[in-house]
């Protein structure tokens, strides 16, 4: 599944019109978060990981929820948060639309169609133990996935559906397609999902080794796990600090720039990740 992760989101995203980006990071991107949390969990979340996707491990299970949304558009808007560029903060009743049909403070309001309610959503049913099964592993899916989303800084952004519109060059190649014969134009949200990252020229074990080094350095454990609403609000941040103009060249020097702020929050997304899966799964499985 992990070989398919990120295959086909270019086509998601044309297909879908959505006012943000369907996916974040890249093939690549999602594992190392996955890659990073697991490392930090606990005996007994483990097991519970192992009880929920049998064979498959959290870094397999990374995109499932872009594979997912392929026939089932309706989780589209869950992936991503739309916060106008000068926010100063999460605005729920303007930055996360209701359920289609439902109206504000209505029985089905409870639960809204953006990344950080359905972050929130997605780890209330995978604590709750009388659950089935199936229903708590597909939480764990999305939430792998979502977590990472809403560390990618374009995630949080209203400004060009995430930076999917701003046209910008990548190292001076206009195309960021694999196919001459397709060509697909760089965006500044392609260059955060994937160029950054993949201009580092290193395999997962390198960077997985990379990014806990950072989470030693930065100190990162160490810091207060937050709500995805504060999430949200530093990749805004970020991503107003990161902002290209049509037509600019991602080049050396922007790489430079914001390659250690790519590296942070793959980490940071990771240790988050790690700690929403502890304190959820807390309760050792049931034996098989």
């Not at 990161?242 to 980490?267: F, K, N």
Request: with cysteine.
């Amino acid at each position: 599944m992990r070989n398919r992760m990120w295959r086909g989101c270019a086509l998601v995203l044309a297909t879908l019109a959505v006012s943000a980006t369907l996916h974040a990071w890249g093939l690549q991107g999602h594992r190392l978060v996955a890659l990073v949390a697991t490392n930090q969990l606990t005996p007994v979340a483990r097991q519970n990981v192992q009880w929920l996707l049998g064979p498959e491990n959290l870094a397999d299970v990374a995109s499932w929820a872009d594979e997912y949304l392929v026939g089932v558009n309706q989780t589209a808007t869950w992936h991503y948060v739309n916060i106008p560029p000068d926010a100063r903060g999460y605005d729920r009743d303007r930055d996360c639309p209701r359920q289609p049909g439902v109206a504000m403070g209505a029985r089905g309001d409870i639960w809204r169609d953006c990344a950080i309610d359905r972050i929130r959503y997605n780890e209330e049913r995978l604590a709750n133990t009388k659950l089935d099964r199936a229903d708590r592993a597909i939480a764990l899916k999305f939430l792998v996935h979502f977590i990472g989303d809403l560390h990618q800084p374009l995630h949080a952004t209203a400004v060009e559906r995430g930076g999917n519109g701003i046209l910008v060059k990548v190292f001076g190649s206009e195309s960021c397609g694999g196919d001459p014969a397709r060509p697909i134009r760089c965006n500044l949200h392609s260059v955060w999902d994937t160029q950054l990252i993949a201009h580092r020229r290193l395999n997962d074990v390198e960077y997985v080794k990379l990014l806990e080094q950072q989470v030693a350095q930065r100190r990162l454990k160490a810091r207060p796990t937050g709500v995805p609403a504060e999430w949200a609000m530093e990749s805004l941040a970020l991503a107003n600090a990161s902002m290209l103009a049509s037509g600019a060249d991602a080049d050396e020097a922007y790489y430079r720039a914001q390659i250690s702020v790519v590296d942070e929050r793959l980490a940071l997304g990771g240790v988050r990740l790690a700690a929403v899966l502890n304190r959820s799964l807390s309760t050792v499985p049931p034996k098989r």
